[in-house]
Structures are given as structure tokens and as C-alpha cells.
């Protein structure tokens, strides 16, 4: 008799992408520039760290809130009790305030259509339990986040077809790409339940344009299917083109007295926007009223703790500051972004352009030894080892080109982003790390390098799928 569940035993979880396994060899040898200046300098993790020092000034002008006090009374008995999963008014009503001030007040967000959950992750799971059942699927566009292999999957038994994008247009969705996706998903006998994207993109950094969005929401009426609009990014649009929201479309689209109205979904946080994932601040807005009411008793297994809720409720109400920060944040990015592009480019290595997010999508392709994935985790080993950066391979997010990587540059120092570029500038240079002179129309010109570094790579054979793009 068996002890343990399948799901318990499954390897279903995704933990053997190289995108958590890169995680792993970070944390082995991690970068201090004091007690280990030669290790790991960790460029995988999505954080925002830079606007930490305006958090900060404003919870030491504001000792009420940190003390858990209303107008000098202390209110902790009231924060310590149990509180229903409804969440407390007072932090739903300044979330959707500021999710409205971060798209421009274009739109305006009823607080009765949002749940609150333990971060994006459990929202977007929670919101696949709502609207699909296992061996039911949902179409992403590719390049999309490794993450979503769990997050959307793993407990939930749906199933994830991709929407195959390429770099000839910047990766940008067509209907072509949108109806292939359909057909492959249907030739699998697999029920297509909505399609789910990231705006701000995670990993391009792109937003999506006012054509992609309504060629979506065109798309998922005619088909009468969901559609889940991501924007845990929007806060952190740094350069134009401008953020469009999918509700903005909608709207001006005329769609809030048809049943699309009811089958378009948002899932938003503070985690990036306000570099507070460890607070687990995750949303899901939905104009259907049972999707909200099923949401909300499944967001049970994952609340948000009542201090966390008051404590942020102060401080989103605090429109002058929080004004402040958006603007002062965005200009800090935009700054950080242009320093990783620009140091990248004087090594010859060019980024997609992009405009939002916490990372840059690098093209490496001319820096592969053949045209092929093995190619690109071979690479990808060489940096994570010998260079010295943990970066995520495109084959981890499921891109259809070997030779993109995924570089974050918001959750470390100017400095530490200085010596990852010297680094990865020290080793282009270096024929023994990265070879540049390779014909990729050749993929049997292979490395037959003996460097001592090899032996350590093939510990990750028996770990490491090379068709992390496929699953």
C-alpha cells in the first residue's frame, strides 16, 4: 500500500527547470562582496530593491502604522483576532484606488470584485480552480514565466498549450499564432477554457499594445472562453509605449453589457510594484460575481495576515506619498535598465527593447555554438559556473529561439550590476568561456574543450531536461 499521495511523488512540480535549478547554485555559493566577492551574483530573481529607502523614510514618519495604532490608540487586539476572508475593508478599498492611480485613472476598480490572496502565485491558481477543470487548458503566449508551470498546473491538473511568438515581430502576439495554438490544443482533445498573459510581460519587459489586446479580447468572445490579464507589472512601466490595461479595452470597446465583460479576469500585487513579495500581496479582480464569491472561499488557504492589511492601508492611502514613490520608482528603473543595456551592448551582446519590468531579455544567440537548445543550456552552465551570474535560459520560459536569457537588474547595487557586466564582458573576451567566433548554421560544430569546469556539469545531466520549453 502506498504511504503517500501522487501528487506528493509526482515530478509535476517543475522544480527540475533550470530556472529554479540556477536558484539552487546560487544559494550554494551566493555573491557578498565582503565574505565572498567571487561567488554567484544572483540576476534570475524578479525583485525590486531599489526604492526600499522611500518605504522606509515613510513607515519612520509614520510610527501609528507600524505600531498597529488608530489615531494613538492601539488597535492590536482588534488586528490579532480572527478576521473573515473577505479582508478588511479599509486595505480592498486602497488597493483598488491605487491600482486605478497606476493605469492613469482611466479606469476605476469596484472593491466588491476583488479578492484578495497570498500573492500573485495563489492567485492565478486559484483563479485556474475557478475556471477549469483538470486536463482542461489554458493558451500563453511564449516566452512566458517558468513559474507558471506550477502555478497554473501542478495542483490544478490543467494544461498549459503555447501561443508560439518569435522574434521576428519583438515576440508580439498575432492571430495566426492565436488560432494555431486553438487548433493544437483541439488536436490534443483538450478543452480550451481562456487564454492567460502577462502584462507588463515576464520575461520580455514589453507591454502588450492596444492592438494585441483587442485582437485578445476579440478572440476569446468569438470563442467563447476566458481571458486572464496578469499586470503585476504595471507599476513598473518605465519608458513609453504607455500601459494599457485590459479593462481600459473593454471599456472603450464597449464590452460591459456583454458576457465578455463577465470572462475577462485580472490578477494584480504588490510585489512588484512595491518590492514587497515577503508581505504576500496578491488580487484578483473579476466582474462575475460566482467566480468572486468561489474565489474568495478558496482564498481561505492563503489570507493575508490582518496587520499586513492595515499596515498597507495606511500607507496606500497616503496618496502624496504614494504619488511620490510611482514616479521616483519608475525613474530608478529606467535608470537600472539603461545601465544593463548599455553595458551589455560595449560587450556586443543587444537586448529586445523593452519598456517595464525588473529585467532585460538578452539575445545571446550569436554566442551559442550551434542552433540548438543543448547549445543554449551549455552556454547557460558556463555562466552560471564560470561567469559567475545566475541568469534564466529562454528555454525556460518555453521561447521557441534557442539563445535568449532572462537578466534581472532591480535586486542589486549599481555596483554589483557593474561586475556582472565586467564579468560577462571578461568572458566574451575569453575564448576559453564563451567562444563568439561559431557558425550556428553548423550544429555539429560542438565544444571539445577539455576545461576543468566539465566534470562539474555533469552532475545536472540526470536533473536537467533540455525540453523545458515543451513542458
Not at 26 to 49: F, H, R, S, T
Not at 268 to 297: C, E, H, M, Q, W
Not at 358 to 371: E, G, T
Request: proline share 4%.
Amino acid at each position: 500500500m502506498k504511504l503517500l499521495s501522487e501528487k506528493a511523488t509526482c515530478n509535476s512540480h517543475g522544480q527540475d527547470s533550470s530556472y529554479f535549478l540556477g536558484w539552487q547554485e546560487y544559494e550554494k555559493n551566493p555573491y557578498d562582496e565582503v565574505q565572498n566577492p567571487k561567488g554567484i551574483i544572483q540576476m534570475g530573481l524578479a525583485e525590486n530593491q531599489l526604492s526600499f529607502d522611500l518605504l522606509e523614510s515613510w513607515l519612520g514618519q509614520n510610527p501609528d502604522a507600524v505600531g498597529f495604532k488608530r489615531n494613538g490608540e492601539s488597535i492590536f487586539r482588534e488586528l490579532a483576532l480572527f478576521q473573515d476572508y473577505n479582508g478588511l475593508p479599509a486595505f480592498k478599498n486602497a488597493l483598488v484606488k491605487f491600482m486605478a492611480e497606476i493605469r492613469g485613472n482611466k479606469v476605476t476598480f469596484n472593491s466588491n470584485n476583488l479578492v484578495l490572496t497570498a500573492g500573485a502565485t495563489s492567485a492565478n491558481e486559484t483563479l485556474m480552480f475557478c475556471l477549469a477543470d483538470p486536463g482542461d487548458a489554458f493558451l500563453l503566449p511564449t516566452p512566458y514565466y517558468p513559474g507558471f508551470d506550477r502555478d497554473l498546473k501542478w495542483r490544478t491538473g490543467a494544461e498549459i498549450v503555447p501561443i508560439q511568438c518569435t522574434s521576428s515581430n519583438g515576440f508580439r502576439i498575432t492571430e495566426s499564432a492565436l488560432e494555431e495554438s486553438y487548433r493544437l490544443a483541439k488536436s490534443r482533445n483538450l478543452r480550451v477554457k481562456g487564454v492567460l498573459v502577462t502584462n507588463p510581460s515576464n520575461p520580455l519587459g514589453t507591454t502588450l499594445t492596444r492592438n494585441e489586446l483587442e485582437l485578445l479580447v476579440s478572440f476569446v468572445a468569438e470563442k467563447g472562453i476566458h481571458l486572464i490579464s496578469d499586470e503585476i507589472y504595471s507599476g513598473t512601466v518605465f519608458n513609453s509605449p504607455k500601459f494599457f490595461s485590459v479593462m481600459e479595452v473593454l471599456i472603450e470597446n464597449n464590452y460591459m453589457f456583454t458576457d465578455v465583460w463577465d470572462r475577462v479576469h485580472i490578477v494584480y500585487s504588490l510585489s512588484k510594484d512595491l518590492g514587497l513579495p515577503g508581505f504576500r500581496i496578491g488580487a484578483i479582480y473579476s466582474n462575475d460575481d460566482v467566480i468572486v464569491s468561489a474565489a474568495t472561499k478558496m482564498s481561505s488557504f492563503g489570507l493575508i495576515s490582518s496587520q499586513t492589511q492595515y499596515l498597507l492601508s495606511v500607507m496606500l492611502s497616503d496618496k502624496k506619498f504614494m504619488k511620490k514613490y510611482i514616479s521616483e520608482n519608475q525613474k530608478r528603473l529606467k535608470k537600472r535598465h539603461a545601465m544593463l543595456v548599455k553595458g551589455l551592448k560595449s560587450t556586443g551582446i543587444n537586448c529586445l527593447e523593452s519598456n517595464a519590468g525588473l529585467f532585460c531579455w538578452v539575445d545571446m544567440r550569436h554566442l551559442l555554438k550551434s542552433n540548438t537548445f543543448e547549445a543554449e543550456i551549455e552556454l547557460w552552465k558556463k555562466i552560471v559556473y564560470e561567469v559567475g551570474l545566475n541568469i534564466s535560459p529562454g528555454s525556460s520560459c518555453h521561447c521557441t529561439e534557442p539563445g535568449w536569457f532572462r537578466a534581472c537588474f532591480a535586486n542589486m547595487s549599481e555596483d554589483t550590476l557593474n561586475l556582472a557586466v565586467q564579468r560577462i564582458k571578461s568572458s566574451v573576451d575569453s575564448s576559453d568561456v564563451i567562444s563568439t567566433n561559431v557558425d550556428q548554421n553548423n550544429p555539429t560544430n560542438q565544444n571539445t574543450s577539455t576545461s576543468p569546469k566539465k566534470k562539474l556539469f555533469s552532475k545536472w545531466g540526470f536533473r536537467l531536461s533540455f525540453n523545458d520549453r515543451e513542458r
